[in-house]
């Protein structure tokens, strides 16, 4: 797992690449960018990082 070998939380890594991919979407076609990224780019990985037994 990449959290293993980067030492930052899951939460912080997830938006981080996400945000690397965010800015490939800008340049390739803007219009796909909705509410449902934006959720997902700040919410899903806390979430999923706190959410873990």
Known sequence: ML???IPIP???L???I???LLAGMFV???HYIG???LINLFLIGYVA???QG
């Open 18 to 20: 996400n945000l690397v």
């Open 35 to 37: 509410l449902g990224t």
């Open 3 to 5: 959290s293993h070998v």
């Open 10 to 12: 899951f939460g912080i």
């Open 14 to 16: 997830y938006t981080c």
């Open 49 to 51: 990082q706190y959410t």
């Open 28 to 30: 390739v076609d803007r």
